[in-house]
């Protein structure tokens, strides 16, 4: 089984519709999170967390919500989804800073 | 501030040696990360160094030179499937969070 998972694997919405991208890992990280990847722009970082209670923002966090349910799950939400967050979203999860990370296999999100 | 360069694309014959360059700015320096990525699929971990100079594993070899803020990717014995694009990423974001660069995509060709 994969390390880290993410759910769903490919999600097509409709303009103003709420979506939630789920993420879980079973390497017993603390440190989770979530990236967009948008052709010419690379990895731009949404959100972080380093533990439950220890969520930050990142590069590019307006329009985006998280929860971290548990130490092996991490949510990402956009409350009400727009074009321009179509893109590839990937989770990971890292033992800490200066550690590689570990990606799930990404969740292609288009909205229409 | 923080910056990460790297070319966008490059192509190299099957069989031959290609070197990807990455040149970076990060306050508080922490090492210097190379990740490949199939086009649709995750990025994977090739490699880490946080001391000047040359580490080989395998086909692949990284390089660091921490003065002049600048790494390479050697790729040798160059096969098909290592058409992908090639990350580089430091820890120089906020809280040591990796900043990455825009990926450089290596096509290998007969």
């Known amino acids: 089984d994969a390390d880290v998972t993410q759910t769903p694997r490919n999600r097509i919405t409709k303009t103003g519709k709420r979506i939630m991208l789920e993420c879980s890992q079973t390497k017993g990280h603390d440190r989770m999170y979530w990236y967009r990847q948008d052709p010419g722009l690379g990895l731009r970082l949404i959100y972080y967390?380093?533990?439950?209670?220890?969520?930050n923002k990142g590069e590019i966090s307006d329009g985006y919500s998280v929860s971290r349910q548990a130490q092996a799950k991490f949510s990402l939400s956009l409350e009400s989804a727009i074009p321009n967050q179509t893109a590839l979203y990937f989770c990971?999860?890292?033992?800490?800073?200066?550690?590689?990370?570990?990606f799930g296999p990404g969740t292609r999100l288009t909205v229409t | 501030g923080q910056n990460i360069d790297q070319p966008t694309e490059m192509t190299a014959t099957e069989g031959a040696i290609v070197q990807i360059n990455c040149t970076y700015q990060?306050?508080?320096?922490?090492?210097l990360f190379w990740y490949q990525q199939h086009a649709g699929e995750a990025p994977t971990f090739l490699s880490y160094?946080?001391?000047?100079g040359l580490e080989e594993k395998g086909r692949f070899s990284s390089f660091l030179s921490r003065s002049k803020g600048y790494s390479y990717l050697l790729l040798k014995e160059l096969q098909m499937k290592d058409s992908a694009s090639y990350l580089c990423?430091?820890?120089?974001?906020?809280?040591?969070?990796?900043?990455f660069g825009k990926g450089t995509k290596l096509s290998v060709k007969p």
């Open positions: 990971a999860t890292s033992e800490g800073t200066a550690y590689e990370q570990y």
């Open positions: 990423a430091s820890p120089g974001g906020s809280q040591g969070n990796l900043i």
């Open positions: 990060t306050s508080g320096f922490n090492g």
């Open positions: 967390s380093f533990d439950v209670k220890d969520i």
């Open positions: 160094n946080v001391l000047d």
